[in-house]
């Protein structure tokens, strides 16, 4: 069970904070970019300072300077919500990819980082299962995140500040966008690739979409993920004959055929990835 939540980890926290923000009316296509440089910038502060934790906090800071930057584009802008995600990745993968070669050359080197024991992540994430769909769904601010994905107008004639309500949930997308990040590089892989995240940001959009914009649903939907992954390592460890790209390929197969049938009948936001422009 161990296992399953710590290939789970970095998808669940995503797709959690993802489904707050998604839920105010802003579609994070910029998750995979604040994923990965919540995990470079963990390993870099972890292999400075010798400190893991020092690492979490720097992956989710990281990631919070991204989401401000999009956040700015976004809401006070009003730029293409999918456009300036794009960016946002294309911006991460750039600068990780190249701050990456200078420190440890074209082809990079053997990374080894202090790792931490994975309780106390994997207990805060199943905490944040029932306290974010509890502010969502029971507390007044997620009454009001709720209807800013809804109906903005309507919100901001309450005398709400929609700008505001869709700001503080797309930091809170960004703070688990950079601790999951942090927990793949630190607690999952102790090292650092290129494109380490792979894809998980994406995964992680399309299982809050499955999980119908609900964090326990996406939770649940996340397992699947991490069923699927500890399931390719236990089929390669157990020698059977198969041609690599099917154990890459098989946690993604197993999950989408699966969130499929989970997500079946879900309605997103009324106003998701509309700009919302102030009279």
Same mark, same amino acid.
């Given at each position: 069970?161990?296992?399953?939540?710590?290939f789970a980890?970095?998808?669940?926290?995503?797709?959690?904070?993802?489904?707050v923000g998604?839920?105010?009316?802003v579609l994070?296509?910029?998750?995979e970019?604040m994923?990965?440089? *919540?995990a470079?910038?963990?390993?870099?502060?972890?292999?400075q300072? *010798?400190?893991?934790?020092?690492g979490v906090?720097?992956?989710?800071?990281? =990631?919070?300077?991204? *989401? %401000?930057?999009q956040?700015?584009f976004v %809401?006070w802008?009003?730029?293409?919500?999918?456009?300036?995600?794009t !960016?946002i990745?294309?911006?991460?993968?750039g600068?990780t990819?190249?701050?990456?070669?200078? #420190?440890? *050359?074209?082809?990079?080197?053997?990374l080894?980082i202090?790792?931490i024991s994975? @309780?106390a992540?994997?207990?805060f994430?199943? #905490?944040?299962v029932p306290a974010?769909a509890?502010?969502? /769904?029971?507390s007044?601010? +997620?009454l009001?995140?709720?209807?800013? +994905?809804? @109906?903005?107008?309507?919100?901001?004639?309450?005398?709400f500040?929609?700008?505001?309500l869709?700001?503080?949930?797309?930091?809170?997308?960004?703070?688990y966008?950079?601790?999951? +990040? !942090? @927990?793949?590089?630190?607690?999952?892989?102790?090292?650092?690739?290129?494109?380490l995240?792979?894809?998980?940001?994406f995964?992680?959009?399309?299982?809050?979409?499955?999980?119908?914009?609900?964090?326990?649903?996406? /939770?649940?939907?996340s397992?699947? #993920?991490?069923?699927?992954?500890?399931?390719?390592?236990?089929?390669? =460890?157990?020698g059977?004959q !198969?041609?690599?790209?099917? /154990?890459? =390929?098989?946690?993604y197969?197993? !999950?989408l %055929?699966v969130?499929v049938f989970?997500g079946?009948?879900g309605r997103?936001?009324q106003?998701?990835?509309?700009?919302?422009?102030?009279?």
């Amino acid at each position: 069970m161990l296992d399953l939540l710590r290939f789970a980890a970095p998808v669940a926290l995503a797709s959690l904070g993802e489904s707050v923000g998604q839920r105010s009316g802003v579609l994070n296509i910029g998750l995979e970019g604040m994923m990965l440089t *919540g995990a470079y910038t963990g390993m870099l502060a972890t292999r400075q300072t *010798g400190n893991p934790w020092v690492g979490v906090l720097a992956g989710i800071v990281a =990631a919070m300077v991204l *989401g %401000l930057v999009q956040s700015y584009f976004v %809401l006070w802008r009003q730029a293409d919500q999918v456009v300036a995600g794009t !960016a946002i990745n294309l911006l991460a993968l750039g600068l990780t990819g190249a701050s990456y070669r200078r #420190i440890f *050359g074209e082809s990079g080197e053997l990374l080894s980082i202090p790792t931490i024991s994975n @309780h106390a992540l994997i207990a805060f994430m199943l #905490i944040s299962v029932p306290a974010l769909a509890w502010l969502l /769904f029971r507390s007044k601010w +997620g009454l009001a995140v709720r209807a800013a +994905g809804e @109906h903005p107008e309507a919100v901001a004639a309450s005398g709400f500040s929609v700008i505001r309500l869709r700001l503080q949930a797309s930091l809170i997308a960004a703070f688990y966008a950079g601790l999951a +990040g !942090a @927990h793949l590089s630190i607690v999952n892989a102790a090292s650092f690739q290129e494109e380490l995240t792979k894809g998980r940001g994406f995964i992680a959009i399309a299982i809050v979409t499955f999980g119908r914009f609900n964090p326990i649903w996406a /939770f649940v939907a996340s397992l699947i #993920i991490g069923g699927a992954e500890v399931l390719q390592y236990r089929l390669q =460890a157990q020698g059977i004959q !198969a041609p690599p790209q099917f /154990f890459l =390929a098989l946690p993604y197969v197993l !999950a989408l %055929l699966v969130l499929v049938f989970v997500g079946k009948g879900g309605r997103a936001p009324q106003a998701l990835a509309v700009p919302y422009r102030k009279d």
